[in-house]
Every structure is written in C-alpha cells, then in structure tokens.
C-alpha cells in the first residue's frame, strides 16, 4: 500500500512540474509575440518643409536643418537650382526643424541624400516636391 502511494504522490508531481512547464512556455511565446507588434508600430510621420535658404544666398546649405521652415511655399519656381518644398519627418531632438538624418524608405539613404539626388538629377522624388533657383 506505502508503494502505490509513493507511486502515485510521485506521479502527481510529475504531472504538475510538466503542466507548469507547459504554461511558463505558452505564456513566453505570447509576450514574445507582442513585442514583435510594437517594435513594427514605429513609424515616421513626414511633414511638409519649405527651403528659405539663409540671409545671405550664397551661404545657401540644404544640409543645414535650421534653414527651412514648416509648411510649403508658393513662390517656388522650377528653376532646378535647390530643393524649394520636401517631406521629411520632424527632429525629435530639434523640434521646428526636418530630420535630414533619417532613412528615406527602403532606399537607404537619409532625406539630405535623397534631396541632392533629386538636385542632380532635377527630377523630385519622394523627398523633394519642388524646385527654385537659389
């Protein structure tokens, strides 16, 4: 009688240990999972930036993040010399001016490089809206 009883006391917690494992790992998995979803949320809101250039033009500089303004301009005037309107998310260190810094889709390449690109090429692309002259 003592043996079936140790057998069966033994059994039991055999039982519980591998029911407790099961659960430890389904709830592992399901925090995992929601991890996977918040780290997939952040996402960069472009806004719309207005080249104004410096005081004076020959000091012009499109890396230069303090020299647009938000918004977009009018007065742009398709002559290809520089980047009059462009999308790029806000500066979360430097509010009220664009993040040049930040990679432009899945191209790899940050919005100041996207905005020479359109320049060179004097097409806009995803980056830069319009042209002006300088």
């Known amino acids: 009688m003592r043996t079936l009883l140790k057998r069966a006391i033994g059994a039991t917690s055999v039982c519980a240990l591998a029911a407790g494992m099961v659960l430890g790992a389904n709830a592992f998995t399901k925090n995992e999972r929601g ?18 250039g410096a005081a004076l033009p020959s000091e012009n500089n499109i890396s230069d993040p303090l020299q647009y303004e938000s918004g977009n301009s009018s007065t742009c005037n398709e002559i290809v010399e520089t980047a009059c309107n462009i999308k790029a998310p806000e500066s979360s260190t ?11 889709g899945s191209t790899g390449r940050t919005v100041a490089q996207r905005i020479q690109d359109a320049i ?15």
């Not at 991890?35 to 104004?52: C, G, I, N, P, S």
């Not at 060179?120 to 300088?134: C, K, W």
Request: proline share 7%; no cysteine.
């Open 120 to 134: 060179d090429t004097q097409m806009p692309n995803e980056t830069v809206d319009s042209f002006r002259s300088n």
């Open 94 to 104: 430097n509010p009220g001016q664009p993040d040049l810094t930040s990679t432009v």
């Open 35 to 52: 991890k996977e979803f918040k780290a997939v949320d952040k996402v960069l809101k472009t806004e719309q930036w207005h080249f104004k």
